[in-house]
Structures are given as structure tokens and as C-alpha cells.
């Protein structure tokens, strides 16, 4: 055990003296279980989180024997996972709020409150969140065992005269409702700004209009299945969020992955990155009006898709992920190629970049705009680009290293304004990295298999994890007899990242709205799942 | 800010040709599985392959039903007896009842049509390869196709994904707000059948459960070409396809 997890579990032992239970969690070299009482919840989450500076990965909640509340917290290499367990008498349905003192829980908690009906005592603020109040009935909880998720649910009139909460209420204060439907192609979300003049004092994203019970419609499925609906979170990143589920799914059933498919992994993954950052950078020059480099970016988005799809047979690299490897084999050749041309992809990207940075009436609208701290970004958790444009420079490739990805050498790049300029660099420099990878490992595939043999199901239940795109995402997995799905629990950046979103966009002018909203490269549909 | 111009000089003409020219480049459509003449045996386990129901057994081999196909390639990877698979795009299609004549445009429509784009929960896909057609390779606009921020303007309410809980309303309302004569273009697999999101506690299945659908465009997600044809389908400027392919089909044995 590396020296530096031995440290933290000898200091739970003393300081909790045997209140807090250690053990290893099942089928996994780095990840350590701390089981506690509910009322000693929220020292222990709050001494990880603040005091040792865990990063807090996501809440999984199980309706098992009795109810099972999993906090997830990840450090370093040397620091591994740690599992924050409480349980639940079956009948009992109050926990005090780990929120109040570890911020980057308030979401989580809101999410378990809508759709397990658990009560989180404490909790600043339950309600309207997942399931919108003027459609549901109070008291309806989707994600329970005893809830069939298959059959439509009938529902009241929905409430055509539901206004949502107005908070300020200075002289001159106004409520501006914006979507869910917008001039050009937007996911669905809606905003309510609260404007005096010229500023937006207040944000409030209501999400979840996208929200199609993925956790819900996966019980019971095969895991195969599973991939599909991993894809189809969110298709801007649907190659990472396959591998995650791939990686539980492989750690539960012991199952090798060749290396040459755990390098071609690595080759896709960040392929979907470069594009993913590409299509970003377009969103932010569109937002400023800028249409000529928004048009440059779009070409080289629409060069990447169709590069996609001519090395994987998809634009957005569907049915590309399998248990134990890769459906098709990438072979040596067409990956050369592919890696040629997104040297190519880069080169045009830098030569953008450079005429962007002495555009300044570009600049102007980004630099010392949608101000995110270093502290403010920690205390909200969020993750990605996002983070590391303020300083938080957490990643997955490098904290809890998975598919390879400690073999190659790459850097994780950081800003520390947190502004949305910051925000933009974070794009092509990572960007740039992405294209450093692609050539490195494109140039040297291991041979041999690209898939194992075929996986045989056993049951149990694991935790998988990549650095997507947008930032960390943390895919839970419970396998009943037979490869049936117990429990999908899917932890997404976009989920961390729209929570934080506000502090971005709060106290700025109301024309900054739209091109703060761009640098945080959201997606709505990652965020309702 | 010159030297944006001379950029946008240097760049050139990106723009596909079609519709008046076939567009040939590569990874432009992910393309679709064709029907196949098949002995019974391989028929049945291909059919039993498929997890979106799309593949039907035929008398002669297996049917394709192009509005559940979620392009998962499970009936042409890993098994030793694939299905065809065809490189095409034009894929959208008239719904029959969408043909009541208060619905067609006249010519009036011929070279400005507004567009208001729905997304009722889909994964960003279809969205994405929307947002695809305003790229310079494929530039709506010389066609005439504008995107429009208010249904009072809209001539077309193009929906993609499938139908959740939480959109029916804004859905409605949209629709009840844009003026007559309209047509509704739904895109791709969700919103043509609820895809895989299917039906369940939040989601109906297809936008024909709220709404009549004058033109559906198959694909998970369909390419932006494959939009575009539905889009040209919709105003009446193109043909529409077939979307179940059957193996009695001479359309479903051009298989390549
Ligand atoms: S590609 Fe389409 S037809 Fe083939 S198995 Fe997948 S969903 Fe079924």
C-alpha cells in the first residue's frame, strides 16, 4: 500500500477509534471502504474534502438489503479512492446533509432526495430539481425497486401557471426566463436571470428537460446494453463514457484488455477530446460574433467527424467500445493516416489560435469575464478544462491513471485567471495535447488482439473512470446473475460543471450571458442523463 | 479585423454540391444495413442480434425497420454472417398522412423556408449534426433553409430525440404558436420511435405520439446530407425514400 494511503487510514483509525470501519472495497487495488454511522457522515466527508483536499468524485446511492449511501472521494496516485459508506434500515429515509460543509455534495443530494425519496436533513435547498414540480406528483420515487420504470406514469395537468422563485427583489429587479427552446441548435435548458439594469445578479439553470431516466431504464438490461445507453448520454463524448462502463464491467468480471486495445482506447479517447475542445472553441468564437473563425473552427469539427467515421464507421464513434476491447481493429495504416491528418487539424487550430490572441475586440469579450476562483472551483468541485482554467489542475489520465495512460508522456496544462479567456487557452492547449498523444501512440500500436475472448458475467459491483472531455466522469455498476444490470449510476462533468456554472455568470453584464455560457462547454444532455 | 476577411478569402468554396450534384466524400454518412436474402438459421440469429427490434424476419431472409435502427453495428460486427450495409444518405421519408393538402407549401416556399429546431431529449447528436448544416460544407442558407429563435416565424418544427416528460409542454406550445400552413420533420431514431431512451416513465417514445410528422429522417443520428434531403423532402424539392427496407425490395438488395 503506497505510504501515503497507509497515512490517511492510520489517522481515520485514530481519530474515529473504531467508529469508522476499514476495509478494502472488493476487486480493487486502489479503492479503500469507510463505513460510518450516518451521524458521523459528514466529519468524515468534510475532513477528506477540506482538510486532506480529496476531490469529491460523486454520491451512489443503492437500494440493496437496506439502503446504501456511497460517497466517492479520489486524491492522487498515491492516495487511491476512498468510499464514504453509511447504511439505512429499509423503512428509514433520513440522513443528515453532507452539503452543508462539503458544497460539491448540494446536487448529488437534490438528485437522491427527487428520485430515491430520501430526505437529506440540513439540505439548504430541496425541491424542484430533477423531477419539475409542476408535472409530478409529490412523493413519486422513479429510481426505487419497487417503482416499474417501464410503464408511462400518469400525471397531473401540468401546472401551466407555475412561476419559479424570484429572489431579488431590489428596485428595478426582473426576472428574465430564457428557453428551452432557442434560435439555433441548443439543448434544452431553462434559464431564469434576475437582472437590475444591466446585470445579471442571479442564475438559475433549471436542467433535466432532457432527462430520460437512463439510471432507471438500465436496471434489469443486459450489460451490453448498457454501452448503448453510455453512448447516448452525451454523443460529444459517447466514446468516453463506454470506456468507463467497459472499465467497471472489465474490473468486476477480472477481464484483460490486450494491449493494443488499451492503446487504440487511449488513440479514440483522445481523438473525441481534440474534436470535443475543437467544436468548444467554435462555440465561444460564434458566441462573440466572430464568424469567420467561427466558420474556420466548424470546418475543422466537421473534418473530425467525418475523419470518425471513416476510421471507426460513426461520426460520433457509436458501437466503437466493447467489453474487453474494441469491436473492429484499427489497423496500423489507417491510424498513420488518421494521426496525419489530425497533425493537419492542428496545425490550422494553432494558426487560429495566433489570430485570435491579437484579435482584442475578441479578447475584450472574454478576458476578466465569468470570473471562476481557484476556491470557488474546489469548493464546487468542478472538473475538466473548466477547473484547470482556474487553477484546479485534477485529471483523471493522471490522478487514477487507467488504460495506459501512465506509459505515455503528456502534460496536463493549467491557467489561473479562471476567466473566459483562460477558459478558451485551456481548449487548445489541451487540444494540442490531445494531438501530442495521437501521434505517440498511433506511431507504436502493440500487436496482437484488439478484443479478450469472450467475457463471462459474474456478479458484483465496480466503479470505472475517465478524464471525458468536459472533465472526470465516474460510471457505477452493480451485475446481478447473468450480466443483468442491478444498479447504473452515472456521475458526469457537466453535472459538476452546470452546478458551478452560476458563479461564472453571476454579476456580470446580461450581453456577457451567452459567451460566458460558451466557455463553459456544457452539455445539457450530459447533465439530465 | 482585415485579416479576417482575407482568411475567409483563402478558405475558398467549402460547399457540397448536392443537391444538384451527388456528394462523394468520405465519412460523410455512417450508412445504413440493407435487407438480405438469408437461409433461416442466420436470419434468426441476426435478428436476434439486434437490441432495437429493428430487424424482422422475412420469408426470404431479414426486413430492416429503418425507424428503430440506432446504428449500433451489432448485425455486421463480431458475427460471421453480416448484413449489407449501404453508403447512402438520401433516407427521409413522406409519412402518409402528412399528405392532407392544408399542410403543403406552395410555391411561396420555394426559396425561404424558417426552421425552428426542438430538441425533446435526445443525446446532442441529431442536435449536433443540425447544428452541422450552418458549417460552410454544407451552408443551409444557399438553399434557402434559415433557422428562425421564434415558432411565430417558423415554417417547419424540426424535433429531434425522443419524446421526454418535461418537453410535452414547450413542445405543444411551440407547435400551437407557428402559423399554418406547417410541417413537422422529425430526426432521427428517437424521435422517429423512442430509439433506445424507448418508451418508459419519462419518455413516450416518437414525437408522433404528441404530434402528426409530415417527414421522418431514420439515423442515430442521421448525417447532416440525410437532414438536409429531409428538410428538401418537406418543402417538396426531393423525392422522398423508403424507410422499410424489405428483401422484396429492389431498393433493399442494392446493398454495397
Ligand atoms: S445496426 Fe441497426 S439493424 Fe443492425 S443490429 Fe444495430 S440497431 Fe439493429
Known amino acids: 500500500m503506497p505510504a501515503e494511503r497507509k497515512q490517511v487510514l492510520d489517522e481515520v483509525a485514530a481519530r474515529w477509534n473504531g467508529r469508522v470501519q476499514l476495509s478494502p472495497e472488493d476487486g480493487s487495488e486502489s479503492a479503500y471502504r469507510l463505513e460510518c454511522e450516518p451521524a458521523e457522515l459528514s466529519e468524515v466527508c468534510n475532513w477528506l474534502f477540506s482538510d486532506l483536499h480529496y476531490s469529491f468524485g460523486g454520491l451512489v446511492v443503492e437500494q440493496l438489503t437496506r439502503w446504501e449511501l456511497r460517497y466517492v472521494f479520489y486524491g492522487g496516485p498515491g492516495a487511491g479512492w476512498l468510499h464514504v459508506l453509511t447504511h439505512l434500515a429499509p423503512s428509514d429515509y433520513r440522513v443528515p446533509s453532507v452539503s452543508r460543509l462539503v458544497h460539491a455534495a448540494d446536487w448529488h443530494e437534490r438528485e437522491v432526495e427527487d428520485l430515491f425519496g430520501l430526505v437529506f436533513e440540513g439540505h439548504p435547498r430541496l425541491g424542484d430539481f430533477v423531477l419539475h414540480d409542476d408535472a409530478w406528483h409529490e412523493g413519486v420515487a422513479p429510481m426505487r425497486k419497487s417503482f416499474d420504470g417501464r410503464q408511462p406514469v400518469t400525471h397531473r395537468a401540468p401546472d401551466q401557471n407555475w412561476k419559479p422563485?424570484?429572489?431579488?427583489?431590489?428596485?428595478?429587479?426582473?426576472?428574465?426566463?430564457?428557453?428551452?427552446?432557442?434560435?439555433?441548435?441548443?439543448?434544452?435548458?431553462?434559464?431564469?436571470?434576475?437582472?437590475?439594469?444591466?446585470?445579471?445578479?442571479?442564475?438559475?439553470?433549471?436542467?433535466?428537460?432532457?432527462?430520460?431516466?437512463?439510471?432507471?431504464?438500465?436496471?434489469?438490461?443486459?450489460?451490453?446494453?448498457?454501452?448503448?445507453?453510455?453512448?447516448?448520454?452525451?454523443?460529444?463524448?459517447?466514446?468516453?463514457?463506454?470506456?468507463?462502463?467497459?472499465?467497471?464491467?472489465?474490473?468486476?468480471?477480472?477481464?484483460?484488455?490486450?494491449?493494443?486495445?488499451?492503446?487504440?482506447?487511449?488513440?479514440?479517447?483522445?481523438?473525441?477530446?481534440?474534436?470535443?475542445?475543437?467544436?468548444?472553441?467554435?462555440?465561444?468564437?460564434?458566441?462573440?460574433?466572430?464568424?469567420?473563425?467561427?466558420?474556420?473552427?466548424?470546418?475543422l469539427e466537421e473534418d473530425l467527424l467525418r475523419l470518425s467515421c471513416v476510421l471507426t464507421g460513426h461520426r460520433y464513434l457509436f458501437g466503437l467500445g466493447t467489453f474487453g476491447g474494441l469491436t473492429i481493429n484499427l489497423d496500423d495504416s489507417a491510424c498513420n493516416r488518421a494521426a496525419a491528418q489530425v497533425r493537419e487539424v492542428a496545425e490550422k487550430l494553432s494558426r487560429l489560435e495566433r489570430m485570435l490572441s491579437i484579435s482584442s475586440s475578441f479578447l475584450d469579450r472574454l478576458e476578466e469575464v465569468g470570473h471562476v476562483s481557484a476556491g470557488e472551483a474546489g469548493d464546487f468541485g468542478l472538473v475538466g478544462p473548466i477547473a484547470r482554467a482556474s487553477g484546479v489542475s485534477r485529471d483523471m489520465r493522471k490522478a487514477q491513471p487507467y488504460s495506459g495512460y501512465d506509459q505515455i508522456e503528456f502534460e496536463v496544462p493549467h491557467e489561473s485567471e479562471g476567466d473566459g479567456y483562460a477558459r478558451l487557452r485551456m481548449f487548445f492547449r489541451e487540444a494540442a495535447q490531445s494531438v501530442r498523444i495521437i501521434s505517440t501512440v498511433g506511431q507504436a500500436v502493440p500487436g496482437g488482439q484488439v478484443r479478450a475472448p469472450e467475457v463471462s458475467f459474474r456478479p458484483g459491483a465496480a466503479l470505472g473512470w475517465v478524464e471525458a472531455p468536459r472533465g472526470a466522469a465516474l460510471h457505477w455498476i452493480r451485475l446481478g446473475e447473468d450480466g443483468v444490470v442491478d444498479r447504473y449510476r452515472i456521475i458526469t462533468p457537466s453535472f459538476a460543471n452546470w452546478h458551478g456554472f452560476r458563479l461564472a455568470a453571476e454579476n456580470f453584464a446580461f450581453q456577457d450571458f451567452p459567451i460566458i455560457l460558451a466557455t463553459f462547454a456544457l452539455s445539457v444532455h450530459e447533465n439530465d442523463r | 479585423m482585415s485579416q479576417w476577411v482575407i482568411k475567409g478569402l483563402r478558405t475558398g468554396v467549402k460547399s457540397t454540391r448536392y443537391p444538384r450534384a451527388e456528394e462523394t466524400a468520405a465519412g460523410i454518412s455512417p450508412g445504413l444495413p440493407t435487407a438480405a436474402t438469408l437461409p433461416l438459421e442466420v436470419a434468426q440469429s441476426l435478428v436476434a442480434r439486434c437490441p432495437a427490434d429493428a430487424l424482422e424476419l422475412a420469408p426470404a431472409g431479414v426486413d430492416v425497420n429503418l425507424r428503430r435502427c440506432i446504428h449500433c453495428f451489432r448485425c455486421v460486427r463480431g458475427t460471421n454472417s453480416p448484413l449489407g450495409w449501404e453508403h447512402s444518405y438520401e433516407w427521409a421519408t413522406a409519412v402518409s398522412g402528412g399528405n392532407d393538402q392544408k399542410r403543403q407549401f406552395g410555391p411561396a416556399f420555394d426559396r425561404s423556408v424558417h426552421i425552428l429546431v426542438v430538441d425533446t431529449g435526445d443525446c446532442g447528436a441529431c442536435l449536433n449534426e443540425v447544428r452541422q448544416l450552418n458549417n460552410p460544407y454544407y451552408n443551409m442558407h444557399r438553399l434557402g433553409f434559415f433557422l428562425t429563435p421564434t415558432p411565430r416565424h417558423a415554417d417547419v418544427l424540426l424535433v429531434v430525440g425522443a419524446l421526454t416528460d418535461h418537453m410535452r409542454v414547450p413542445l405543444r406550445k411551440a407547435y400551437d404558436a407557428m402559423p399554418s400552413p406547417k410541417r413537422v420533420v422529425a430526426v432521427g431514431a428517437c424521435a422517429l420511435s423512442g430509439g433506445i431512451f424507448g418508451r418508459s416513465f419519462m419518455c413516450a417514445g416518437g414525437v408522433a405520439e404528441l404530434l402528426p410528422v409530415d417527414v421522418e429522417v431514420p439515423g442515430d443520428p442521421p448525417p447532416p446530407l440525410a437532414i438536409l434531403h429531409g428538410l428538401l423532402v418537406a418543402v417538396g424539392r426531393k423525392p422522398p425514400a423508403r424507410l422499410h427496407r424489405a428483401v422484396s425490395d429492389s431498393v433493399g438488395n442494392a446493398s454495397g
Open chain 1, 165 to 299: 422563485r424570484q429572489i431579488v427583489e431590489e428596485a428595478g429587479a426582473f426576472l428574465m426566463p430564457i428557453g428551452p427552446i432557442y434560435a439555433t441548435a441548443t439543448g434544452p435548458v431553462h434559464f431564469q436571470l434576475e437582472t437590475v439594469g444591466e446585470d445579471v445578479i442571479r442564475v438559475q439553470p433549471r436542467l433535466f428537460y432532457a432527462y430520460r431516466g437512463l439510471e432507471k431504464i438500465a436496471e434489469g438490461r443486459r450489460a451490453e446494453d448498457v454501452l448503448l445507453i453510455a453512448e447516448r448520454i452525451s454523443a460529444t463524448s459517447a466514446f468516453a463514457h463506454s470506456l468507463a462502463v467497459c472499465q467497471a464491467v472489465e474490473r468486476i468480471c477480472h477481464m484483460e484488455v490486450p494491449p493494443r486495445a488499451r492503446a487504440l482506447r487511449i488513440f479514440v479517447a483522445e481523438f473525441e477530446r481534440l474534436r470535443h475542445h475543437v467544436a468548444a472553441i467554435e462555440g465561444i468564437c460564434e458566441s462573440t460574433g466572430l464568424a469567420v473563425a467561427a466558420a474556420q473552427a466548424s470546418i
